[in-house]
């Protein structure tokens, strides 16, 4: 039998509905604050003159960015459900889903478990004085959450529709080459997170995350890298869930590829420990290069079944 595809728009599900709501409320907040903070307002601020700080360049430049990427990241969740969303590029597809994965999957699989045990440890929830009201942190951080779980509902509804076929065998291992540039990107900078989520950052690490539940974003991080990487090397023993190996093996990849240059442009008052950046300049190009090498590699083996497929009588 052939393997035919349909052009038909996908059926919106309400779970998916549910998700486009919940990203767009999700986001409000961080919005709002950010339009009040890039106008020169201290809301949410501990001090009256919070609002100066917000006119410097630095945090000019990465509040406009990252109202951007909310924005983007709202659109991009109702472009995928809409009746055209088949014709869109796949490196669109590819790289805002990547960057999502990237941003949000630490937030979204570390925070709410180290929010549970730094309450049962502390009988508190204690934020570092940033400057900024405990509960401001608690609406963004609990969008965030909330937007990656949208974002993962509709991008792998979308996956599956488009490309489900290609994921019913686990990720291969690339070649020789690939693995060891894999290794080592991914594995110093997924052992750096794992010391620093149960030691601490100290004064080597990415600074400001020291309460447990931030330390358990560090731990979802490093966990997160550990299983990108082996993943693909274990491929033949997970046949039984491959889809699951896929998702594990990408938002590992893109965790490793962007989480390093994330902790040095969100560094603590712009102050970037050198060991931070020593590790991100491995990370990100050993982690990009050793994903991408996983899927080109898992391409390459699917062509010929695939053409052997079509010549199938149906």
């Known amino acids: 039998m052939a393997n035919t595809r349909t052009s038909a728009p996908a059926p919106v ?24 903070w890039l106008s020169g307002s201290s809301f949410g601020s501990t001090t009256a003159s919070g609002g100066e700080g917000m006119l410097t360049p630095r945090f000019l430049i990465g509040n406009t960015i990252t109202l951007a990427m909310m924005v983007t990241g709202v659109a991009f969740v109702v472009a995928l459900t809409r009746p055209w969303a088949r014709r869109i590029p796949a490196p669109v597809v590819f790289v805002l889903g990547a960057g999502a994965a990237g941003l949000l999957g ?12 730094q309450a049962l440890i502390d009988g508190e929830l204690r934020l570092p004085d940033s400057g900024m009201h405990p509960w401001v942190f608690g609406l963004v951080y609990s969008g ?9 509902i509709v991008v792998g509804a979308y ?11 686990p990720p291969p291992a690339p070649s020789l080459i690939m ?31 020291e309460q447990p539940a931030q330390r358990m974003v560090l731990a979802a ?13 274990l491929s033949r023993h997970l046949g039984r ?14 965790v490793v590829a962007l989480q390093g240059p994330t902790q040095i442009l969100l560094a603590q008052g712009g102050e970037v420990a050198p060991v931070v950046t020593g590790i991100a300049v491995l990370a990100t190009p050993g982690a990009s290069l050793y ?13 010929p079944l695939r053409r052997d497929d079509a010549k199938q009588p149906t």
């Open 13 to 36: 599900s309400s779970l998916q509905r549910a998700a486009i709501v919940t990203a767009i409320v999700a986001v409000l907040p961080y919005v709002i604050f950010k339009i009040l």
């Open 106 to 117: 630490p937030i979204l699989l570390g925070l709410p478990p180290g929010i549970l045990i």
């Open 144 to 152: 965030f959450c909330a937007l990656g779980a949208a974002i993962a």
């Open 159 to 169: 996956v599956i529709r488009r490309w489900g076929d290609l994921l019913d065998t």
């Open 179 to 209: 693995t060891v540039c894999g290794v080592l990107g991914v594995l110093p900078f997924s052992c750096a997170m794992a010391v620093w989520a149960i030691a601490g950052p100290g004064s080597t690490g990415p600074q400001g995350m």
């Open 221 to 233: 991080t490093a966990l997160l890298g550990f299983l990108s990487l082996l993943c693909p090397l």
């Open 241 to 254: 869930w491959p889809r699951a190996a896929w998702l594990v093996t990408w938002t590992g990849c893109c």
């Open 291 to 303: 994903g991408i090498a996983v899927l080109r590699t898992h391409l390459r083996r699917q062509s």
